[in-house]
T-cell receptor
Framework: DTAVSQTPKYLVTQMGNDKSIKCEQNLGHDTMYWYKQDSKKFLKIMFSYNNKELIINETVPNRFSPKSPDKAHLNLHINSLELGDSAVYFC??????????????FGAGSRLTVL | KNQVEQSPQSLIILEGKNCTLQCNYTVSPFSNLRWYKQDTGRGPVSLTIMTFSENTKSNGRYTATLDADTKQSSLHITASQLSDSASYICVVGNQFYFGTGTSLTVIP
């Protein structure tokens, strides 16, 4: 059983389209995240949700809208896709929002290519 | 400003050799530091987690050290294998401040 699963793994789409990436975790964790990894491999936090409540919303364009129907799911919807949105998007979860033993468990990533 | 910097940016070593990766941070308050390994095309996977009271922790051929006074950590890989080729990421604090990563390539 995959702990954090995200779909699709690859997504190729045209500029201006709207797309979604889904994420589910079966670890019973309270907190979920979306990270963006650019071409330089740097992972940057986009959003974090704790028990379905938005905690962190970094300076991400409002074209990106996360949705958490329950604490096991955090989906990412992107409107009006732009070339600069091309990246690998990682979903992650952690047992809780803070705490010394907190470890992030990542999904395998979703590579988005905007043409 | 909370920052995590890693060096070198990339490293190529021969199979069987040892190597050490560095992580310097300015995250405050400090609570813990984690090293992650990210294989190509995969998500990062946790290798070690250290709190401020620990100064060394091992996970097989991986040994992490922490000096909370100088705000430095290192990840030492012993007897490298081809499968060690990956990016290694240092992550500091409860708010998960990510380092820039070190790309390690182990060649036969």
């Amino acid at each position: 059983d995959t702990a954090v699963s995200q779909t699709p793994k690859y997504l190729v789409t045209q500029m201006g389209n709207d797309k979604s990436i889904k994420c589910e975790q079966n670890l019973g964790h309270d907190t979920m995240y979306w990270y963006k990894q650019d071409s330089k491999k740097f992972l940057k936090i986009m959003f974090s949700y704790n028990n379905k409540e938005l905690i962190i919303n970094e300076t991400v364009p409002n074209r990106f809208s996360p949705k958490s129907p329950d604490k096991a799911h955090l989906n990412l919807h992107i409107n009006s896709l732009e070339l600069g949105d091309s990246a690998v998007y990682f979903c992650a979860s952690s047992r809780q929002l803070t705490g010394g033993a907190n470890v992030l468990t990542f999904g395998a990533g979703s590579r988005l290519t905007v043409l | 400003k909370n920052q995590v910097e890693q060096s070198p940016q990339s490293l190529i070593i021969l199979e069987g050799k040892n190597c050490t990766l560095q992580c310097n941070y300015t995250v405050s308050p400090f609570s813990n530091l984690r090293w992650y390994k990210q294989d190509t095309g995969r998500g990062p996977v946790s290798l070690t987690i250290m709190t401020f009271s620990e100064n060394t922790k091992s996970n097989g051929r991986y040994t992490a050290t922490l000096d909370a006074d100088t705000k430095q950590s290192s990840l030492h890989i012993t007897a490298s294998q081809l499968s060690d080729s990956a990016s290694y990421i240092c992550v500091v604090g409860n708010q998960f401040y990510f380092g820039t990563g070190t790309s390690l390539t182990v060649i036969p």
